[in-house]
């Protein structure tokens, strides 16, 4: 089967040549046009998007496919804006990554770097599939995810991203984690530990704290005994009453009382000298 080259239109019809240079006429009836509409394919019908449009939606995190399921365009007019928005993306992922680190390295050696820093916590941690994305947000501006797998479980850390101050802030709870200097102890995961329900620690009260009977013997004071024959009498009754307890009161009360040491009574060689002074 020769090949044909439509050179020109000639009263109706078409003239096509061949490579080696003969000519031939195809008249141009209601059979050809039909067969020639069949051939073309279909053009999809939709809304034209600016390539502003466009790459507002690829710059916010969204692939060709899911903004022409979103507008209704066609994913080939997309995809001819995208390039230079991916490309940021990707030098923002870049960036966050060489971002320096402020844990103190070692004598001679260079500040790490935050990339270095978390693939090394990913190793130690036994992680894989490590899959970084970034996007930009209306309201926190420039973000960074990072997606792995450790022990069985998918992990999704998130930093909001500063490029002019090269700063990068954590947003949950598994870039907090990855963030933090020092050791990853325990894993991403928490471990739970049962709690007794014999004791209740949520009270903080007098009623939470138990004593030994026998400290409590010990510190206390033993009763004098002139106390603990007031304690042991039972009150008096009768018209002498109140002077008989006003009495004990004043005796229990000289007796609680600890004085210092009064002098003896005299006795002997000076018990004489003053009998002798009172006969005079």
Avoid: C, Y
Avoid at 257 to 265: G, L, N, T, V, Y
Wanted: no cysteine.
């Amino acid at each position: 089967m020769q090949e044909l080259k439509v050179i020109g239109v000639e009263s109706g019809a078409l003239i096509a040549a061949s490579d080696d240079g003969a000519r031939f006429r195809i008249e141009v009836d209601e059979v050809l046009q039909s067969r020639i509409r069949q051939a073309v394919p279909e053009t999809r019908t939709g809304p034209k998007l600016s390539p502003r449009e466009v790459q507002a939606h690829i710059r916010s995190g969204l692939s060709a496919e899911e903004v022409a399921e979103l507008t209704g365009a066609s994913v080939d007019d997309i995809r001819r804006f995208e390039g230079p928005v991916i490309a940021e993306r990707e030098h923002m992922v870049t960036s966050a990554l060489a971002v320096p680190t402020h844990a103190e390295p070692a004598e001679g050696d260079e500040p790490m770097s935050f990339g270095s820093m978390v693939r090394e916590r990913l190793a130690g941690l036994g992680a894989h599939g490590e899959r970084w994305a970034s996007w930009k947000d209306e309201e926190r501006g420039w973000m960074v995810k990072l997606e792995f797998t450790a022990d069985g479980i998918d992990h999704d850390a998130r930093w909001s991203f500063e490029p002019r101050k090269q700063a990068l802030h954590p947003q949950n709870a598994d870039a907090t984690t990855l963030s933090k200097q020092g050791e990853v102890r325990g894993g991403m995961i928490p471990r739970l530990r049962a709690v007794s329900t014999s004791d209740d620690a949520s009270r903080f009260d007098s009623g939470a704290f138990t004593f030994d009977a026998t400290d409590s013997a010990d510190d206390d004071t033993a009763p004098q005994p002139e106390l603990a024959a007031a304690r042991s009498t039972p009150a008096p009754s009768g018209p002498g009453a109140s002077t008989t307890t006003a009495a004990s009161s004043a005796a229990v009360t000289r007796a609680a009382i600890k004085r210092a040491d009064e002098p003896a009574p005299p006795t002997g060689e000076t018990a004489d000298l003053l009998e002798a002074l009172r006969r005079r």
